[in-house]
């Protein structure tokens, strides 16, 4: 029996149609060995090279079509950075379709550069508040002023979906804040992470505050498991985790809601690199497979990862930020070659 997804193809700016372009050749060759999987890739436009044509960065018909998909795998966009500039897509996509948890996993990779061999955790980021809110006013000129907007039913939420997370992993769970300072809205943060604790029981539970965290994840990052926390200080570390294992060219996020996902790199558009298939396209391929596996698509999700793996430990296929010398469609082709030779 078939078992068809469609999926929206947001192929971004700068090296995004690049690195998506690998990501979406993987995808052709795994729907070759998994008997059964079908996948409807639809391209749709979004990212600064719209915001000519349209007046926007996410046109009204892009919207429209995400609306008819299963999941969206998205590429790199760059973020004008005028006051008055649309918002980033990334921060739009979360709050329209309440893609409420950030999923960054952080794993040593074999073949890729790790500041410890065996580290394995994930950050859950909670997408949709904080200083994110994009609420930021200038009271008088030279004196500005952002809402940091922390609520209860947000934070149980992201801290049901990181407990749920825990539960299949290593069942230990760190929640991360800054209480200490700021009193109320961490204080609701903290206090809804520990209310839902106790509808996991089988999971440990733990607390640190984000400068500690920062400094942990550096001196032992083997140690954690499932670390959750607000919106900045989880986009701050996980850059910080993601450049302890391998780079930021081997990263990946999924941005999960109850009923849609977007998957994309962490990276940004890296626009010195547009068009000179120089970028790592790992990230996002990886990407590519945290989505089968929120589609439940667990054996081609393994299939990709373990390609990725294959390709890293034998060490001939490096793009420039691992050391090597190969291209964007060298590292693709390796390992859309290692899925096929599976079979
Ligand atoms: P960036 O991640 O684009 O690039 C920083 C540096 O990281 C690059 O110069 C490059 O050296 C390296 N790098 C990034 N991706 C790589 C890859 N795949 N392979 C190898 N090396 C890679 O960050 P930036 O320069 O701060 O941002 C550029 C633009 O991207 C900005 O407009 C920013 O707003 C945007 N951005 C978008 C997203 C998103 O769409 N989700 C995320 C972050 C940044």
Sequence with gaps: MQRIYRIAVLPGDGIGPEVVEAAV???EAVQKVISGLRLELIYGEAGYNCIEKYGTNLPQKTVEMLRETHACLKGPM???????????????????FNLYANVRPCKSLPGAWSLKPNIDL??????????????????????????RIIT???????????????????????CVHKRNILRITDGIF???????ASEFPSVRVDEEHIDAMAMRL????ERFDVIVTTNLFGDILSDEAAQITGGIGLAAGANIGDNYGMFEPVHGSAPKYAGKNRA????TILAAKMMLDWLGEREAAKRIETAVERVL???????????????????????????????
């Design 218 to 221: 550096i001196k032992e990052p």
């Design 190 to 196: 903290r206090d809804a992470v520990f209310h839902v």
């Design 313 to 343: 430990s034998g060490g001939k296929v490096k793009t420039y930020d691992l050391g090597g010398t190969a291209t964007t469609s060298d590292m693709g082709n390796a390992i859309i070659e290692k899925i096929l030779e599976e079979g």
């Design 122 to 147: 994930v950050i859950v980021r909670e997408n949709t508040e904080g200083l994110y809110s994009g609420i930021e006013y200038e009271t008088s000129p030279g004196r500005g002023i952002a809402l």
């Design 280 to 283: 790592n396209p790992i990230a």
């Design 78 to 96: 760059t973020t004008p950075e005028e006051p008055n500039a649309p918002p980033s897509v990334a921060v739009t996509l979360r709050k329209m």
């Design 152 to 174: 209860r039913e947000a934070s149980e939420r992201v801290a049901r979906f990181a407990f749920r997370l825990a539960e299949q992993r290593r069942r230990y769970l760190t």
């Design 25 to 27: 050749g993987v995808l």
